[in-house]
Structures are given as structure tokens and as C-alpha cells.
């Protein structure tokens, strides 16, 4: 089964950049596609953005234009690169990797990343 370890996580002003890294126990050629949610206080997860196997990327309208997830096969790590980061951006991030089957979807989660943003 495989793991994710999330990294990169901290504090940063408003305007200010930071990575995240999402490392897999597995090599995530076998997932179907990787992604970053996150979670703020007292709401749900949301979807930030989304990476396929071949290469096409999805992101939630608040972080189109600041934020870029890419994937690295050969270190079996995806990443988000986040940009002009406002304090609506202060959440905990997940890492998520789904791997579907002919039986089932599998979805595997990270241990989350604290980020926050100060203005």
C-alpha cells in the first residue's frame, strides 16, 4: 500500500511563495492522478489542483494564475508551487493519489502540511 509524505509547509507573509512536496512509498506512474486539497479552519476540503498521468492540470478558481502543481516520475514526488500567496490561503494541505483498477478506485491521502499566510 502506498504512503504519502507531505513536506514544505510553514509560515509566510502575504505576497510570499512557498513548496509543497508530496513524496509516494510507490512510483506514481501507477497512479491514475495526483492532487492537492486543502482544509481552513470550520470549512470543508477543497480540491487546489490536480495533476493526470499524461499531464493535464485542473485548478480551483481562487488559485488560477498564483499556483502550479507539476509531478517529477523519477523522484516519485509531486509538487505545488504556490505564488502570491494571500492569507485566504492559511489551510492545512493534503496531498491525495487515486489508482484505479477494474474492481475499485483507490484514493490515498498524506498526513497534511500546516500552511499560513500573515497580513
Known amino acids: 500500500q502506498a504512503q504519502l509524505v507531505e513536506s514544505g509547509g510553514g509560515l509566510v507573509q502575504a505576497g510570499g511563495s512557498l513548496r509543497l512536496s508530496c513524496t509516494a512509498t510507490?512510483?506514481?506512474?501507477?497512479?491514475?492522478?495526483m492532487s492537492w486539497y486543502r482544509q481552513a479552519p470550520g470549512k470543508q476540503r477543497e480540491l487546489v489542483a490536480d495533476?493526470?498521468?499524461?499531464?493535464?492540470?485542473n485548478y480551483a478558481d481562487s488559485v488560477k494564475g498564483r499556483f502550479t502543481i507539476s509531478r517529477d516520475n523519477a523522484r516519485n514526488t509531486a509538487y505545488l508551487h504556490m505564488n502570491k500567496m494571500q492569507p485566504e490561503d492559511t489551510a492545512v494541505y493534503y496531498c491525495?493519489?487515486?489508482?484505479?483498477?477494474?474492481?475499485?478506485?483507490?484514493?490515498?491521502w498524506g498526513q497534511g502540511t500546516q500552511v499560513t499566510v500573515s497580513s
Open positions: 510507490a512510483s506514481i506512474l501507477s497512479f491514475n492522478s
Open positions: 491525495n493519489a487515486v489508482l484505479k483498477t477494474l474492481e475499485r478506485t483507490y484514493h490515498y
Open positions: 495533476i493526470a498521468s499524461g499531464g493535464p492540470t
